[in-house]
């Protein structure tokens, strides 16, 4: 993953949910979406949260499965400093700094997750990762992408960034952090919806499909199967 990743998030750890619910104009649906479509028949399931951040994906999990055991991934340092703040009690957290794509896990999840990281991978080393959390999930284990997502034409991929960008200079953010925003935006590879339903399915998983959509913020569903 880019190194100007890892920096870029570092300086805005401290400010990061404080302004996403300001970056992202579907919030609610978006984090309540993601959460809703994870199960596990377990009580204490193992769930894998990758490029966590600050935890904010994971701590509405843990709302809905309180005695998860949970590992949490990130490049930042400081993304995950602030994690560690936020479960400050939870002794069943496993904090990893470190590039996921490139990380040697060495267990098995009931579930994996991911929240608006995945698309700065590149579109070889998406497809390289999808097939690494085939074989990190139990079977019938689930893999819950909250991402972006590219327009299927330049058109619409243009509009949808014009009314991101409209929509975040009009809801209270300054200049700066409006300006950072965009910075960071630079940096995102985004696949369409159709290419990463394809990407999982030749993998392996099955029910695979975008659950969720608002322009260009889309949560994907895979689920690995239960072998006879």
């Known amino acids: ?44 399931p193992r769930i894998l949260d990758l490029g966590a951040g600050t935890g904010l994906l994971s701590a509405g999990i843990l709302h809905k499965f309180p005695h998860a055991q949970l590992t949490l991934v990130d490049l930042s340092d400081k993304m995950l400093e602030t994690a560690r703040q936020r479960f400050a009690d939870n002794r069943r957290i496993e904090y990893i700094v470190a590039d996921y794509s490139q990380y040697e896990f060495d267990g098995r999840y009931d579930i994996i997750v991911s929240s608006l990281s995945i698309h700065h991978l590149r579109h070889q080393d998406k497809k390289a990762l999808f097939h690494k959390l085939y074989t990190l999930l139990e079977e019938g284990g689930v893999f819950i992408n909250a991402d972006q997502a590219m327009g299927l034409t330049p058109f619409i991929d243009l509009s949808y960034k014009k009314q991101w960008e409209a929509w975040i200079r009009s809801n209270g953010l300054s200049v700066e952090a409006v300006e950072a ?29 975008c659950v969720y959509k608002y322009n260009d913020f889309a949560i994907f569903h895979a689920r690995k199967p239960v072998e006879d």
């Open 1 to 44: 993953m880019n190194e100007n990743v890892r920096i870029l998030f570092n300086e805005v750890a401290q400010q990061y949910d404080q302004q996403r619910k300001q970056l992202i104009p579907c919030f609610d649906d978006f984090y309540e979406t993601a959460i809703r479509w994870t199960y596990s028949t377990k009580e204490s």
């Open 181 to 209: 925003s965009i910075e960071r935006r630079k940096l995102d590879i985004n696949a369409t919806v159709e290419d990463q339903i394809l990407w999982l399915g030749e993998t392996g998983f099955l029910d695979v499909d």
